[in-house]
């Protein structure tokens, strides 16, 4: 079974300043992970996915995510945050299939001028 | 923490049947659902929004009359896919948000749906 946790319902960051939403999953498989962000009465985008190879993923929007698998996570960050990054923040898992997707409550970003 | 249950997680049909696939607000009351597809590779594609008691809003390209989308209390969302054919075959998952100041978003776990 998969599940997802995220920490932080909210979170605020100055404009400019490290963006990090955390992620933690657990799976009794090898996962496939990956975030979207909703922007307001939009529906969910893609931001990066991880599946195999290399543990440091790169997305939209200059975020990136590392796979730590000893640490069961895969937090999102982003060197500086734009005004245009508030949104909210999902981060899911699946068994590898891609089907059964797992999503966590979500982390809602604001930016403050 | 808030559950969503969707059913079922795996569908087979042949083509021209319809399959309903439902989605529960397990402990609380959802006045609005969502149901996203998702085809292999891609993101998930926002469908619809269904409201309790109304009609759906549909998102431009997807047939109304294709995918029929019932809200008819504040737990239960279902959608139905009519008259199903093989490209139709796709990853269905449904969200509900949580009335309130925080208004979260859950999420089930998804329907593959397979018309052969």
């Known amino acids: 079974a998969q599940s997802v946790t995220q920490l932080g319902s909210h979170v605020s960051v100055s404009e400019g300043a490290l963006v990090l939403l955390r992620c933690n999953y657990s799976?009794?498989?090898?996962?496939?992970l990956f975030w979207y962000v909703q922007y307001p009465n939009q529906g969910l985008q893609l931001l990066l996915k991880y599946t195999t190879g290399a543990t440091l993923v790169k997305g939209i929007n200059g975020f990136e995510a590392e796979f730590k698998k000893s640490e069961t996570s895969f937090h999102l960050t982003k060197p500086s945050a734009h005004m245009s990054d508030a949104a909210e923040y999902f981060c899911a898992v699946s068994a590898g299939n891609g089907n059964q997707f797992y999503f966590g409550t979500g982390t809602s970003l604001t930016v403050i001028p | 923490g808030a559950v969503v249950s969707q059913h079922p997680s795996w569908v087979i049909c042949k083509s021209g049947t319809s399959v309903k696939i439902e989605c529960r607000s397990l402990?609380?009351?959802?006045?609005?659902m969502f149901w996203y597809r998702q085809f292999p590779k891609q993101s998930l594609m926002l469908m619809a929004t269904s409201n309790e008691g109304s009609k759906a809003t549909y998102e431009q390209g997807v047939e109304k009359d294709k995918f029929l989308i019932n809200h008819a209390s504040l737990t239960l969302s279902t959608l139905t896919v009519t008259s199903a054919h093989p490209e139709d075959s796709s990853f269905y998952i449904c969200?509900?948000?949580?009335?309130?100041?925080?208004?979260?978003?859950?999420f089930g776990s998804g329907t593959q749906l397979s018309v052969l």
């Open positions: 402990d609380f009351q959802a006045t609005t």
């Open positions: 799976s009794s498989v090898p996962p496939y």
């Open positions: 969200s509900a948000r949580e009335p309130g100041a925080n208004e979260k978003l859950f």
